[in-house]
């Protein structure tokens, strides 16, 4: 499994940032995919997960502002995380991650996830 994030940038305060994982590779719709971030000194923190049967989860500090969705296409699919009302809280690194797999509990954690981007800049003054 190959994943490549895209989108990345600098946004203001307030604005909006769409960021595109390209999956490609022995995947499936049923994989489990999800967006991590991390800042410098601290550990990756979960953002938002979709699973196979498109069930969403989102930490709460995102909850309304990030929107997660996919596409399925032949032999591939993308990830997406529309990031809207942006703070600079948000800055940091953001990587896309898959699994074939992944319990709705453990969503949001590091641990269950093999396949891994990476990571695009998010930045926001």
Do not use: H
Not at 27 to 32: H, K, Q
Not at 41 to 48: D, F, T
Not at 85 to 102: F, G, H, K, N, P
């Amino acid at each position: 499994v190959q994943l490549v994030e895209s989108g990345g940038g600098l946004s203001q305060s307030g604005g909006s940032l769409r960021l595109s994982c390209e999956a490609s590779g022995s995947t499936t719709s049923t994989y489990s995919m999800a967006w991590f971030r991390q800042t410098p000194g601290k550990e990756r923190e979960g953002v938002a997960a979709i699973d196979g049967d498109r069930r969403t989860y989102y930490a709460e500090s995102v909850k309304g502002r990030f929107t997660i969705s996919k596409d399925n296409a032949k032999n591939s699919y993308t990830l997406f995380l529309q990031m809207d009302a942006l703070q600079s809280e948000d800055t940091a690194i953001y990587y896309c991650a898959a699994q074939r797999v992944v319990a709705g509990p453990f969503a949001l954690q590091e641990w269950p996830y093999n396949y891994w981007g990476q990571g695009t800049q998010v930045t926001v003054s």
